[in-house]
């Protein structure tokens, strides 16, 4: 047994804001007040329905995730975010037409008091996209003071406890970490110059940071994933993680490699393609905007099957991600993946895998999950990068010097140790209790 982590009760309200307010923090914000009426259930939802064992498998104890560690309750979160457009989140919703129709009208009360707050944007950064509802006329490091102002107005306004961010605004041009990033000072005065390289997810992500209140980027746009905020999370207290949800394709792709790759079985190529017709597939046919989805598609097969100790099995893949906008498909996305392994002698097969799937379906539950921890780890003291958050994204958000670890399995493990960790249980290695004690 280790020492339990001391984690302060989570009492009160916790506010969840959501730099943009599209179809995933719509999704998700209806689908919380639906199982809040009783109307519907928390599927996909780890903090929800997860359980965890503890002990021996003598012991039977297994616990469900929300009666082991203290979490916000579903009944005490509250709402809001920011968006450039006005819709308040029953207009988004419906207008993103993931969730029946229906459904939303029996909470379209509570769901049309949730508007969006002006947004800190930029169409530089989002080609597509351009909206109303902007802070206008303000430097950097004003929309960063403004974004600051609107958290403590919401958290007033709301009797808020606690904040928590999340990022689900569009995916931003693909920006490499330049001079700027590295280190606080120099970030600084980039946002009192309006340097180029300072995005709006990173002012947003920088305002949080700065107020000490947890942070996540579901998109995969650098944001918090630079040197400077790194190391301001840490100095401010804010636990920090990201990026980009792996929801459809990457995490039956992360579900897969691991298998091939625990029987070594090897793999010549890996031919992905999307079709899909939200707005965000709307951004994403931008080229600038697909190059960030790109890289962050692209990254998990080669940390999964580590080409450099398998040069024979994995060490020339042809790995190939396509997405292409399609309007008449809306939210529900179609995803093929023809995947080419060989096995004993060298002989070739071929699997093919055709998802039909629901994105901010996907999304939704692990928006929930990740306020719900991090805020968890808020309490808990822990700050900076949150590896064990990891399970949910698709490019896990390291401490530089560090590689991601890709393996939904393993980063699963990760997950519910650091929750035993965290609670002053043993951690669960799998070896039996035979070759230890007894
Ligand atoms: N749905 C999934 O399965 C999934 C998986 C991984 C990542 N993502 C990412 O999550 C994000 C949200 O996806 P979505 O389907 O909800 O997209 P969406 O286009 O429906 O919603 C994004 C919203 O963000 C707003 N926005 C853009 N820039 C903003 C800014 N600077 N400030 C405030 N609002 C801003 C847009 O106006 C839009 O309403 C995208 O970046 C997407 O790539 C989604």
């Not at 939802?45 to 203290?70: C, E, M, W, Y």
């Not at 989140?89 to 769901?111: E, F, M, S, W």
């Not at 998990?300 to 020339?316: E, M, S």
């Amino acid at each position: 047994m280790t020492e339990k982590l001391a984690i302060k009760p989570a009492r009160g309200k916790l506010g969840i804001l959501t730099p943009g307010m599209g179809a995933v923090s719509s999704t998700f914000m209806a689908g919380v007040e639906a199982i809040r009426q009783g109307l519907s259930f928390p599927v996909g939802s780890v903090t929800q329905l997860g359980h965890i064992r503890l002990g021996k498998r003598t012991d039977a104890r297994q616990p469900l995730i929300k009666n082991f560690v203290p979490l916000a309750s579903l009944d005490d979160l509250v709402f809001g975010g920011w968006d450039i457009f006005t819709d308040d989140v029953y207009a988004a919703a419906t207008k993103a037409g993931v969730l029946p129709q229906t459904l939303l009208d029996q909470l379209r009360a509570r769901l049309e008091v949730i508007k969006p707050m002006p947004a800190v944007f930029d169409q530089y950064y989002v080609k597509k996209l351009n909206g109303p509802n902007v802070k206008s006329g303000l430097s950097k490091l004003e929309q960063a003071d403004a974004l600051q102002k609107d958290m403590e107005t919401f958290k007033r306004k709301n009797g808020c406890d606690r904040l928590v961010m999340i990022w689900c605004g569009s995916t931003e041009i693909f920006l490499k970490r330049s001079e700027v990033h590295e280190s606080l000072t120099a970030f600084e005065k980039g946002l009192r110059e309006n340097h180029a390289q300072i995005s709006p997810s990173m002012i947003y992500a920088y305002a949080a940071i700065k107020s000490g209140i947890p942070y996540a980027n579901g998109a995969p746009n650098l944001s918090a994933d630079i040197p400077a905020l790194e190391q301001f999370a840490k100095e401010t207290g804010a636990p920090t993680c990201g990026k980009d949800y792996k929801t459809g394709q990457t995490l039956l792709k992360t579900v897969l490699a691991p298998g091939f790759k625990a029987r070594l079985l090897g793999l010549n190529g890996w031919f992905s393609t999307n079709i899909l017709g939200n707005r965000d597939g709307e951004v994403l046919d931008d080229p600038d905007s697909f190059k960030t989805k790109e890289e962050s598609k692209l990254g998990v097969l080669d940390a999964i099957l580590q080409p450099q100790l398998y040069p024979d099995l994995y060490g020339n893949i042809y790995h190939k991600v396509r997405i292409n906008y399609y309007p008449p498909r809306g939210d529900n996305k179609e995803g093929w993946d023809n995947i080419d392994i060989f096995g004993w002698c060298g002989m070739p097969m071929q699997i093919k895998v055709d998802f039909l799937c629901r994105d901010s379906i996907l999304a939704a539950p692990l928006v929930l999950d990740i306020a719900l921890f991090l805020d968890l780890a808020k309490r808990g003291g822990l700050k900076g990068i949150q590896e064990w958050l990891s399970f949910f994204f698709k490019s896990p958000v390291v401490p530089t010097g560090l590689y991601a670890e890709h393996d939904l399995f393993i980063q699963q493990k990760k997950l519910k140790n650091t929750l035993r960790w965290m609670m002053g249980e043993e951690l669960i290695t799998h070896l039996g209790r035979e070759y230890y004690d007894e």
